[in-house]
């Protein structure tokens, strides 16, 4: 599943080729996505031009003159900027043409979305799908002063299990299964405590394993920038070498001791009984 990583660095790949261009063309091969895309987009989008892409949590937003377009990859969604002569593959759904680039969503499951926005319906900010995600992890408002005592505050008085309320992605966006696992391995922090035993100095050094994390997994991503472009290869997952993701059994790279497999709401986890105590 496309995780934050991914999504931002698709960003920064298909940024070039479509950011202060304007939309010529529109099509709609399968539009039965997660929701359905809506049968207007082209009379919607044509002669609009991107002013910018913003990222919010998972979702890629297209700051139009009108609105903004909003893009999710869901399960299985891959964009690609191509050339409009590229041949359509299975499973490509969705395209926008600017001029000699068009941006395809390829997306086997359709758990995708493309929607519209408009101003008129008021601020992106507070579109339902935006409006009750957690703080971004390199924003302001999560920066290294105020990153750990936002999620010690956030945490307070919940007893679901850490790794759980950390997936949930209320507090801070981005910290996806894979993530989820490596940070609190980073943090020493056991996946089973539960939320609201999380100290001060602790969920300190919990916000900051999780911004290693993710600007690592990032970085990696950046290696394969090309990919999103007249590629056929598929992108995948950025974190090169994991400390515990799906390690169940081998040994921990700091004690030795096998890492640990869970399954905390129908999601694997992986742990260091030894490094990580609740
Ligand atoms: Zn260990």
């Known amino acids: 599943m496309p995780e934050l990583p991914e999504v931002e660095v698709t960003k920064q790949g298909i940024e070039p080729y479509v950011q202060g261009k304007r939309v010529t063309a529109v099509k709609i091969y399968d539009g039965r996505l997660r929701w359905p895309v809506p049968k207007n987009l082209e009379q919607i989008l044509v002669g609009q031009q991107v002013a910018l892409i913003k990222r919010r949590g998972k979702y890629l937003l297209f700051r139009m003159d009108d609105g903004h ?4 990859l869901g399960m299985t969604g891959v964009l690609r900027v191509l050339k409009p002569s590229d041949e359509l593959k299975k499973h490509d759904r969705v395209e926008i043409t600017f001029g000699k680039h068009v941006l395809r969503l390829h997306d086997p499951r359709k758990f995708g979305a493309v929607l519209w926005a408009s101003d008129e319906d008021g601020e992106i900010e507070k579109h339902p799908l935006i409006a009750k995600l957690g703080l971004e992890p390199f924003s302001d408002d999560f920066n290294e002063a105020k990153a750990g005592k936002h999620l010690h505050q956030h ?4 007893q679901i299990a850490i790794k759980q309320w950390l997936l ?3 507090a801070v ?3 996806g299964n894979i993530y989820c696992s490596e940070s609190l391995f980073s943090a020493g922090i056991h996946p089973e405590m539960a939320a609201g035993k999380l100290s001060l100095p602790r969920a ?5 394993a999780i911004k290693e994390t993710l600007k690592k997994a990032i970085k990696a991503g950046g290696s394969s920038l090309k990919d999103f472009v007249n590629s056929d290869g ?6 090169l070498q994991t400390k515990v993701y799906d390690r169940a059994g081998l ?3 700091v004690c030795k001791t096998p890492i640990r497999q869970i ?8 742990f260091c009984h030894k490094c990580q105590k609740k």
């Open 69 to 72: 377009l909003i893009v999710h």
């Open 155 to 158: 945490a307070k008085g919940r």
């Open 168 to 170: 949930a992605g209320q």
């Open 173 to 175: 966006v981005g910290v």
């Open 204 to 208: 300190e050094k919990l916000a900051i």
């Open 234 to 239: 598929d992108p995948g997952h950025f974190m």
């Open 251 to 253: 040994p921990c790279r």
């Open 263 to 270: 399954v905390q709401g129908q999601r694997s986890t992986y």
